[in-house]
C-alpha cells in the first residue's frame, strides 16, 4: 500500500501525463472521450465495402462520410468499420456504444478483446444491452486507447453510431418510449374512434383511414425494433416476412385511403385509374418479387413506387382543388404533414435523406397531426350530416304541412277512399325525366284509382291516346335534339289542359313514351272529353317553332270510355283501335266515341 504523502503526486503526474495525450494530436480514426454525456463517433470511422466477413488491414479503408452507407445495399455486400477509443479522463469509464439502427440483419462488433455477433436475424437475446437498436457495452481505463472493429451485412443500412454515458443514454430512450407510445396510443385511440364511425354510418372512408392508420402503427412498431423485442424475440425468421407484407400493406392501404377519401369515377377519372392500375400492380409484381427476387429488390420497389404515388396523390389533391372542391382543401391540409414525412422517411432508405431520431421525430410529428387534422374532419363532416338531415327534415316536415294545405280543401266533397287515393298518388308521383310530365306508371295509378271510384260511386271515365304525326321525320331530318323540343311542347302544351284553372284535378295528362300521350278524363261528360281533345289537337296544330320554321305539328287521338265490368286496360286498347282509325283516316284528327248531341 502507497503510503499517503506519495498519492497526490501520482494524482498530478497522471494528469500531466493526459494533458500530454491531448496535447497532441491522435489519430484521425480516434474519438477522443473527455468525460461527456455522449460522443457522436461517425466522423472518425473507417469503412471499406466487401462480400467476405474477413477484415483485410491492407483493402482501401476510406472515411465513412466517403462511402455510401445509407440506404439499401446490394444482396451479400459487407461493410467492414474500424476506429479507436480514446479515454483522457482520470477515472476508468463504463460506457455504452450504441449504433440506432433497428433493422440490421447481422452485426459483428468488437471492443478490445471483447467481441458479439447479433442482428435482427438472429435471436433478440444476442444483444449484449437488451435494446431495439445494438448497444454494447466499453470499458476505458485512464489513458487507454481501445481499438473498435465491426463488419455489418444487411439489406438496409443506417450507421449514426455515438458513444454514452449509461444514465444519460437511458434518459434519451425513456424519452424516446414516451414519444413512441404516445404516437401508437393516438393511433389505436383513432383506428378504434374510426372503426365505430363506420358501423354507426357505414361511411367507407372511415374504415379505410382505420385500416391505413392500423397498418401504419404496426409498420413503426417493426421500424422502432418492437417486434423484434416483444413480438417474436426467438422467431428472427418471422421478421422478414411480417416487414415485407407490412411495408406492401402500407403503400396498398396508402393508395385505397386516398381512393376512398378523395377520388372519385368521375372526378378526376384518369387519376383514379391510374391509382388503381398502381395498386394492383403493386400487389402482383410484390408476389413476383417475394418468389423470385433479393430480399434488397423486394424491399427498396414498394418504398420508391411510395414515392410515385404520393406524386399521384398531390396531383389527385391539385386537380380538385382547381375545381373548387372544399373537401379536397381540407385534405390537401390535412395530409401535407404526413406527405412531408412519408416523402423523407422514403428518400432516406436510399440515403438522400439523413436518417436519425430527428427525422423519425419529424415523421410521427407529421403523422400525428395528419391523424388529429382527419379527425377534425371527419368530425366537422358528421356535423354537416346531421345538419343536412336536420334541414332535409325540416324541409320534409315543410312539405308535408304544404301538401295538407292542398289537401284540405278537397276533404269536404272527397270520401275516405278518394283521400287515401290521392296520398298514394302523392307518393307515386313520378315523372317522365324529359318532358316533366307524369309517367306511364301514375297515369295507371290514377286510372286505376278513379276507376274503382267510377265502380262504387258513379261517374265516367275516359282514356284517350295522343300520338304525333310524323315525328319519326322531325328527328331523321332535324336531328334528336329538335325532336326533344317538339316533345316538350307538346308536353307544355298538354299540362295547360290538365291542372287547375283550365281543368280539374281529376284530369291527368302524361307521357306513355316516345312520341304517344295520353289523357285521363274522370266525372267528365263524352261531351266534355270530346270537345276538350278538339281544342288540344287545335292548338297543336297552330303550334310553331322559331328554329323548325318549316315544321307543321299534327297530332291523332284515339279515345274511349272505360266500362265499369271491364279493367281499365280495354279502355286503352280500344282507344289504341280509334287511334289507329285517326292515322289511317287521313292523321291530324279525333277519333272515338260516336257524341250525340
Avoid at 470499458?139 to 453510431?161: C, F, K
Wanted: net charge negative; hydrophobic share 45%.
Amino acid at each position: 500500500m502507497l503510503p499517503a504523502s506519495i498519492k497526490p503526486f501520482i494524482t498530478v503526474g497522471m494528469a500531466l501525463l493526459l494533458t500530454c495525450a491531448v496535447a497532441f494530436p491522435v489519430s484521425a480514426d480516434t474519438a477522443v472521450w473527455s468525460g461527456e454525456q455522449r460522443l457522436d463517433v461517425d466522423g472518425v470511422i473507417e469503412g471499406y465495402y466487401s462480400f467476405q466477413t474477413q477484415s483485410d488491414p491492407e483493402a482501401d479503408w476510406q472515411p465513412l462520410s466517403d462511402l455510401d452507407t445509407d440506404g439499401y445495399q446490394p444482396p451479400g455486400q459487407v461493410l467492414h468499420l474500424r476506429f479507436n477509443l480514446l479515454n483522457t479522463t482520470t477515472n476508468t469509464e463504463r460506457l455504452w456504444l450504441a449504433i440506432d439502427a433497428s433493422f440490421l440483419n447481422h452485426l459483428w462488433l468488437s471492443v478490445g478483446e471483447r467481441s458479439w455477433l447479433t442482428g435482427e436475424d438472429l435471436p433478440f437475446d444476442s444483444r449484449p444491452i437488451p435494446h431495439t437498436g445494438f448497444v454494447f457495452p466499453v470499458t476505458l481505463e485512464p489513458g487507454e486507447t481501445v481499438p473498435v472493429r465491426a463488419w455489418i451485412r444487411s439489406t438496409l443500412l443506417h450507421l449514426p453510431t455515438t458513444l454514452w454515458q449509461p444514465s444519460a443514454f437511458m434518459e434519451r430512450a425513456l424519452n424516446i418510449s414516451y414519444r413512441d407510445m404516445l404516437y401508437f396510443g393516438l393511433m389505436i385511440t383513432l383506428v378504434v374512434y374510426c372503426v365505430l364511425l363506420f358501423f354507426a354510418t357505414r361511411v367507407r372512408a372511415y374504415l379505410a383511414f382505420a385500416v391505413f392508420a392500423a397498418v401504419q402503427a404496426f409498420f413503426f412498431m417493426l421500424i422502432f425494433g418492437y417486434g423484434n423485442r416483444y413480438g417474436w424475440p426467438n422467431h428472427p425468421e418471422w421478421n422478414a416476412p411480417v416487414s415485407a407484407i407490412t411495408l406492401y400493406a402500407l403503400v396498398f392501404t396508402l393508395g385505397l385511403m386516398t381512393l376512398t377519401m378523395l377520388g372519385t369515377d368521375k372526378r378526376p377519372p384518369r387519376l383514379h385509374a391510374l391509382m388503381k392500375g398502381m395498386l394492383a400492380a403493386l400487389v402482383v409484381i410484390g408476389a413476383a418479387l417475394a418468389a423470385f427476387a433479393e430480399r434488397t429488390t423486394l424491399m427498396a420497389f414498394p418504398v420508391r413506387w411510395t414515392l410515385v404515388l404520393l406524386v399521384l396523390i398531390v396531383a389527385m389533391l391539385t386537380l380538385e382543388i382547381r375545381e373548387g372542391s372544399r373537401r379536397a382543401k381540407w385534405f390537401a391540409l390535412a395530409w401535407t404533414p404526413m406527405l412531408f414525412g412519408a416523402s423523407a422517411l422514403a428518400l432516406s432508405a436510399f440515403g438522400w435523406v439523413p436518417y436519425g431520431q430527428p427525422l423519425i421525430s419529424l415523421l410521427l410529428t407529421g403523422m400525428a397531426v395528419t391523424s388529429m387534422l382527419l379527425s377534425f374532419i371527419i368530425a366537422l363532416n358528421i356535423r354537416d350530416s346531421v345538419i343536412r338531415r336536420q334541414a332535409l327534415e325540416q324541409e320534409t316536415l315543410q312539405l308535408k304541412q304544404e301538401q295538407a294545405n292542398r289537401l284540405e280543401q278537397e276533404v269536404e266533397r272527397r270520401t275516405a277512399q278518394l283521400e287515401e287515393s290521392n296520398r298514394r298518388l302523392n307518393q307515386l308521383a313520378l315523372t317522365d325525366p324529359l318532358t316533366g310530365l307524369p309517367n306511364r306508371r301514375q297515369l295507371d295509378d290514377f286510372g286505376d284509382v278513379h276507376h274503382r271510384l267510377m265502380v262504387e260511386i258513379g261517374g265516367d271515365l275516359f282514356v284517350a291516346i295522343l300520338d304525333l304525326d310524323h315525328f319519326k321525320s322531325i328527328n331523321d331530318r332535324f336531328g334528336h335534339d329538335a325532336g326533344d323540343e317538339v316533345l316538350t311542347t307538346m308536353a307544355r302544351t298538354l299540362a295547360e289542359f290538365s291542372v287547375p284553372p283550365r281543368a280539374t284535378s281529376n284530369l291527368l295528362a302524361g307521357r306513355l313514351g316516345g312520341e304517344e300521350f295520353a289523357l285521363v278524363g274522370y266525372e267528365l261528360s263524352e261531351a266534355e272529353f270530346a270537345r276538350l281533345l278538339e281544342t288540344i289537337r287545335d292548338t297543336i296544330e297552330d303550334l310553331r317553332f322559331a328554329q323548325l320554321p318549316s315544321v307543321q305539328l299534327t297530332v291523332s287521338i284515339g279515345w274511349s270510355r272505360a266500362e265499369p265490368d271491364q279493367p281499365l286496360s280495354s279502355a286503352f286498347r280500344q282507344a289504341d283501335q280509334w287511334l289507329y282509325q285517326a292515322k289511317t283516316g287521313g292523321r291530324n284528327r279525333v277519333c272515338g266515341e260516336v257524341v250525340t248531341a
